[in-house]
């Protein structure tokens, strides 16, 4: 049981759309990305997703819409709905989602990560 | 599926130690507090509880130890840990916990919020 500072946490890594795992509890991991460019189209069929914005911008769009998220704001992208975040700049967003969840999720390509570092 | 801004919400209300829910996720809510001045001891038989100051310091009594949590930073504390929240100053946590947790766990007082608005 340790204090966590997400400042110090984002100061350990650089890359591009690989999360990292900064807390675990009730079967739900908190994580830290940083994305920047394009994501891939994907949904997660079993996992609503929460993005919380901590540095930057970030858009998020939807077939049917786009939405636009600054610094602290969230957005909940619930469970089967296709989503591709974009960061025309470098951004860094806390993830707040089940333990299983893969970040590209229905998706297997290049930007899949399986196994996530604990920092 | 909204874009939740924290500031926005966290003007909406003044009142301490009464949880306001902003969203749902897996059976989890994300929930905005202010505390100011001493909390109860208690503790949730099943519910880990994430604590992350957005703006303030939190200080978390354990029945060994006790932390001090600035803003930016988090800690969890698994089920089962006896602990009080104490902020000298006025502060704005976000919380993170399963959708049954009750604020004051095991006690039942004058501070118990069975039912949280959402706002």
């Given at each position: 049981?340790k204090?966590i500072?997400?400042?110090?946490k984002?100061?350990l ?17 908190v ?5 920047k460019?394009?994501?891939v189209?994907?949904?997660h069929?079993n996992?609503?997703?929460l ?12 077939r049917?819409k ?7 704001e ?5 469970k089967g709905?296709?989503?591709?975040p974009i960061?025309?700049?470098?951004c ?10 893969v970040n ?16």
């Open positions: 049981m204090v500072n997400i400042n110090q984002l100061n890594f650089s890359e591009y759309w690989n999360p990292k795992v900064i807390g675990e509890l009730n079967g739900q991991l994580k830290l990305a940083k994305f460019d394009e994501f189209w994907h949904k069929d996992e609503d997703e993005f919380y914005v901590l540095e930057g911008k970030l858009k998020i769009e939807f049917d786009e939405v636009s998220l600054n610094q602290g969230f957005i909940i992208v619930p709905v296709e989503h591709k960061a025309i700049e470098e860094s967003v806390m993830l707040f989602e089940p333990k299983d969840t590209t999720g229905n998706v297997k390509n290049k930007l899949t990560q399986q196994e996530l570092d604990n920092i």
